[in-house]
């Protein structure tokens, strides 16, 4: 069937009304001849005409319906795009992964003050340096030995020098420098000889801190043992006194003497 016959049935039908009252008054005319005339008509006449109704009524129900079909097999254009399915990635998906920071340990907090003792002329009991064979160092009249007293502690350190003389000093200066490791910072200083015949300076001066004692002119050092001490505050912790040294310059008898050394740890 093309698609012209299919247009003509589908027009037919559409306009097709069928009135099934007159087709039931035709059926029953045609088998009702016998009392329009008045009389009875014989089965073999009347039978054509009641054949030919029911033909004609087939034949109008077969035209609709396969206008009808016509209109059911042939579906209307679908407005709604296909759109085709995309497959899903099987793969797991991409995490990007961060390492958790990492917190830097807590550190200590410095004491509000100096805990060493307190400068004074003279050496306080107990913190009187002494020598160790070991690191004494000696020239001429002159014998020097540095050393980090056992007193010190995790915020504050005192470095000493231990100075003995054979004869008289006409003339002495005495130089300490501490290595700026962290914190450091002056607390004070001490010596045994008399503070009246000495000159005390204390400064900073290229990341070292520099402590220095220079006798006045006119004034004598007596043979004997003197000891000198550098007090400061540092970083919390076990301080290193690698860097440290001390410098000793001296007038003995018309002659000059030098000596120099570090500081051990004694503890």
């Not at 087939?58 to 209307?76: D, E, H, M, Q, S």
């Not at 085709?84 to 200590?108: H, K, L, Q, Y």
């Not at 290595?179 to 450091?184: L, S």
């Not at 005390?200 to 001490?229: C, I, M, S």
Request: with cysteine.
């Amino acid at each position: 069937m093309n698609e012209d016959i299919s247009r003509r049935l589908r027009e037919a039908s559409e306009a097709h009304q069928p009135d099934r009252a007159r087709m039931l008054a035709r059926v029953e005319r045609g088998t009702s001849g016998a009392t329009v005339r008045h009389r009875t008509p014989s089965i073999g006449r009347a039978w054509p005409k009641a054949a030919l109704a029911c033909l004609a009524t087939a034949a109008v129900l077969a035209t609709g319906g396969l206008a009808v079909a016509g209109i059911v097999r042939t579906p209307p254009p679908s407005d709604t795009p296909t759109v085709p399915a995309v497959p899903s990635p099987t793969g797991p998906s991409p995490s990007t992964s961060t390492s958790p920071p990492v917190t830097p340990p807590a550190r200590a907090s410095a004491p509000p003050g100096s805990t060493g003792p307190a400068p004074t002329g003279t050496a306080p009991s107990g913190s009187r340096p002494t020598a160790s064979e070991s690191s004494r160092v000696g020239s001429g009249p002159l014998w020097s030995e540095g050393s980090v007293d056992p007193h010190s502690n995790t915020y504050w350190s005192q470095s000493n020098v231990a100075l003995r003389n054979s004869r008289p000093l006409s003339a002495l200066t005495l130089e300490v420098r501490i290595a700026q490791t962290g914190g450091v910072q002056n607390t004070g200083s001490w010596r045994t000889l008399p503070s009246a015949d000495f000159t005390v300076t204390v400064q900073e001066d290229g990341g070292v801190l520099v402590y220095r004692w220079v006798l006045k002119p006119g004034r004598t050092v007596p043979a004997g043992q003197h000891a000198f001490a550098a007090q400061y505050n540092h970083a919390a912790g076990a301080r290193s006194a690698a860097r440290d040294s001390y410098h000793v310059d001296a007038q003995a008898s018309g002659s000059s003497v030098t000596d120099r050394g570090g500081f051990t740890q004694t503890r």
